[in-house]
T-cell receptor, first 112, second 117 residues
Framework: AQSVAQPEDQVNVAEGNPLTVKCTYS??????LFWYVQYPNRGLQFLLK??????LVKGSYGFEAEFNKSQTSFHLKKPSALVSDSALYFC??????????FGTGTRLQVFP | DAGVIQSPRHEVTEMGQEVTLRCKPI?????LFWYRQTMMRGLELLIY????????DSGMPEDRFSAKMPNASFSTLKIQPSEPRDSAVYFC???????????????FGNGTRLTVT
């Protein structure tokens, strides 16, 4: 079965510093990977996806993610964090047509 | 497009009462999902539909939970009778159909926060 793991419950970073939110995956076959963000009292919002092609995927709000097949990782990155990036971030993998399996989430806290 | 619309935003009810949550997916989307989010369990997929037909309901906790999709623009999740442990945020999401379904992200509503006292 497909799965993703987010090893960190929380990541703290100072504003202006680069940030990384980690995700590792386990799939049989080709991986279809996604990142979502959740702000308080809101639903999840799509950030970016990896289907095939370039290992560096660019998404919304200046986020990008690096796909690494040898390490089975799909880490979310941003060169310069903003306080407004503080939110809950979810990694997800496609299990079958239509169905997404989500990780446990990582809370990102960006301090001014 | 208004996005996925869920109602109500908040629901407070007493144990034993029936609760009905509603969802209107994005027009043209063939998949509809119901998720539940709690601190303890995170995001759990309860059930999902393709073209109004339930495909996988293995995440539905027990017989007290039921979901229907009578047409392409409306779905309900019903809990009867409700219990305090059902307190959670329930999300509905939709995505486009089979042809591009591996590539397509899910679009989430803002959720219904259910509190059962």
């Amino acid at each position: 079965a497909q799965s993703v793991a987010q090893p960190e419950d929380q990541v703290n970073v100072a504003e202006g510093n680069p940030l990384t939110v980690k995700c590792t995956y386990s799939v049989s076959g080709n991986p279809y990977l996604f990142w979502y963000v959740q702000y308080p009292n809101r639903g999840l919002q799509f950030l970016l996806k990896y289907i095939t092609g370039d290992n560096l995927v660019k998404g919304s709000y200046g986020f990008e993610a690096e796909f690494n097949k040898s390490q089975t990782s799909f880490h979310l990155k941003k060169p310069s964090a903003l306080v407004s990036d503080s939110a809950l971030y979810f990694c997800a993998v496609r299990d079958r047509p239509g169905k997404l399996i989500f990780g446990t989430g990582t809370r990102l806290q960006v301090f001014p | 497009d208004a996005g996925v619309i869920q109602s109500p935003r908040h629901e407070v009810t007493e144990m034993g009462q029936e609760v009905t949550l509603r969802c209107k997916p994005i027009s043209g989307h063939d998949y509809l999902f119901w998720y539940r989010q709690t601190m303890m369990r995170g995001l759990e997929l309860l059930i999902y539909f393709n073209n109004n037909v339930p495909i996988d309901d293995s995440g539905m906790p027990e017989d007290r939970f039921s979901a229907k999709m009578p047409n392409a623009s409306f779905s309900t999740l019903k809990i009867q009778p409700s219990e305090p442990r059902d307190s959670a945020v329930y999300f509905c999401a939709s995505s486009p159909g089979q042809a591009i379904s591996y590539n397509s992200p899910l679009h989430f509503g803002n959720g219904t926060r259910l509190t059962v006292t």
